[in-house]
Structures are given as C-alpha cells and as structure tokens.
C-alpha cells in the first residue's frame, strides 16, 4: 500500500513493488518532483502524470528498483542518475539481476510468478548522469547528497537529503544486517567504504530503505 | 584446472564447503546453500564456463550432481 508523509513543503510517497516489495519514493514540491528507484507500479505512474519530474536517482543496480527505469525515461524525459559503477551494470541483464530474479522470487517465495510481464529477464536500462564518490545536487531549495556505498552490491550508493533523511536503497534494511551476499556484493568492501559513512550520520537520521518501512538511524544494525 | 575442478572449486569458495562433501550436496541442505547463495554459485558458474543458465534449470539445479547434468545442456562436461 501507498504510504504520503508531508515534510514541511516537500511531499513523500512511497510505492511497494509487488514482489519483494521494494520502495519506489517520489519527492514533490511546487509541482516538481525527483524519484527514486522507480519500479513498475501502476500506482506510481499514475501519481507522477502530474508532475515535473527534474531527476531520477538509483541507489543501486538491481532489478527489483529500476524495472521502471525505461518506462519513467519514456514517458517523462527525465535524467537518471547513479554512480558510474551502478550505471555500468544496470546496462546488464547478468550485473542488474535481471536474468536471475523470476528464478529467485520462485525460489524466495517457493511458488511460481504467477505475472510473467511483471519481470522481464532481459531487462536493461541506461543512466544519463554518473557521479565518482560522491556528488550534491541542489533541487527546489532542497540538497541531495549521492554517495557511494558499496557492499550490498558493487554500485550501491545512499541519498540524503538535508542531512536529515537517508535513503538507503538495500545498504540498510531494517532488522538485518545488510545483505553482502547477492553477486558483486562484498563485506570488506561495506566495512571499507561504507560503515564509516554511515557512522558519521546523526544518529536521529531517519532512514527511508529499499525494502519496508522507514526507522531512526540509530536502531539500524551496523 | 580441468572443469571438474572449476566446478568444485565454484561450490567450495561460495558454500564454503570441503570437496568430501560435494557429492551429497544439496540445496538448502547448508545455510550458505540458500536462494541468495544458489544465485552466487549459478553467476560464478556462468562466469566460469561462460554460459547462461535458463530459468528453469536455474530452479532445477538442486543438488551438485544435477548441476552437472544441467551443465552438461550448455556444452560444458564435467
């Protein structure tokens, strides 16, 4: 179900996929909007129709957050952006996990997939804009901070807004500790790169992740 | 290192299992053995005989001795 949360003038909305309920997050403010990690959820579209969508940022490469990548850059013209590594994989079928997820959701859920055009294992898409690092991007009298947070995968990066709100994409998922096991993922680069990051945060950070629902940055497990 | 021993090698490093072990191996029969690490071991298998698994044999791999059969469909014998 659709969640909306209103921070001060920026609007939030958060879309659950249907499968493995990943998070599609659209910003609005003065009819403006960025998106993050959109999937292909009717109701999602339907929102953004009345929108000026200004940027779409991926937290990282895999397909349950870009399958609606390509529809998003149809229908709206919007810029995708992502670090350098993530936009090279998301051209993949094999890196983005494409290939792999009607087998995975199968055996994750241990019954078939029921919507064979929900997943489409050929899927690719492409980035407009990559950063190296790390990158601000100013929006609407708002600041995006894109940093890269490699470990659940490869390409994996963090948005925070305002120093305030992060959105973690899979780097942080609520009650687990993150997952480094997926191909491309590694602990030691999480440990390297990204738990210090993470670490520097203010501790009433409140996170927005890629899978359920939003916690404090202090009740993450890291 | 002949394909058998990049087989077994593929299933020691990412189950992290002895090579005494491999014949009875199964699916879920280990933790490491889950549908996250069958996704690892079947990209590594891509990876190392360069080829690409269907989505039922992909399913169908339960077990170290069916994945050389399944292997077997893409050319590749062990």
Not at chain 1, 4 to 30: G, Q
Not at chain 1, 108 to 126: F, L
Not at chain 1, 179 to 188: K, S
């Amino acid at each position: 179900m659709a969640g909306y949360f209103e921070l001060s003038l920026l609007r939030l909305y958060i879309f659950p996929s249907d499968y493995l309920c990943s998070n599609s997050y659209l910003l609005s403010a003065n009819g403006h909007a960025v998106v993050i990690d959109p999937c292909n959820n009717k109701l999602f579209f339907q929102k953004i129709k009345q929108l000026k969508i200004d940027y779409c940022f991926l937290t990282h490469e895999h397909y349950d957050h870009i399958n609606g990548v390509n529809e998003l850059k149809t229908n709206f013209k919007c810029p995708v952006i992502c670090s350098k590594i993530c936009a090279d994989r998301i051209e993949n079928p094999r890196l983005n996990m494409a290939h792999y997820y009607p087998a995975f959701i199968k055996m994750q859920k241990q019954e078939p997939v029921t919507d064979q055009k929900m997943i489409i294992p050929d899927y690719c898409c492409k980035a407009d804009n990559v950063f190296e690092y790390e990158v601000l991007i100013n929006w609407q009298g708002h600041q995006f901070f894109l940093r890269e947070t490699p470990g659940h995968s490869p390409g994996s990066s963090s948005i925070l807004l305002d120093k305030k709100i992060l959105f973690s994409g899979d780097t942080l998922v609520i009650g687990q500790k993150t997952y480094t096991r997926f191909p491309g993922g590694n602990p030691e680069d999480f440990q390297q790169y990204t738990l210090s990051f993470l670490r520097s945060l203010p501790k009433e950070t409140v996170v927005y992740p890629g899978h359920y629902g939003s916690f404090l940055l202090k009740d993450a497990i890291l | 290192m002949n394909n058998l021993e990049k087989y077994n090698k593929a299933f020691m490093e990412i189950l992290n299992v002895a090579e005494l072990d491999l014949e009875s191996l199964e699916y879920q029969k280990i933790s490491a053995w889950d549908s996250v690490g069958h996704m690892q071991l079947i990209a590594a298998l891509e990876d190392i005989f360069d080829i690409m698994f269907d989505t039922d044999d992909i399913i169908d791999f339960s077990s170290y001795v069916k994945g050389k059969e399944l292997i077997a469909k893409y050319g590749v014998t062990i």
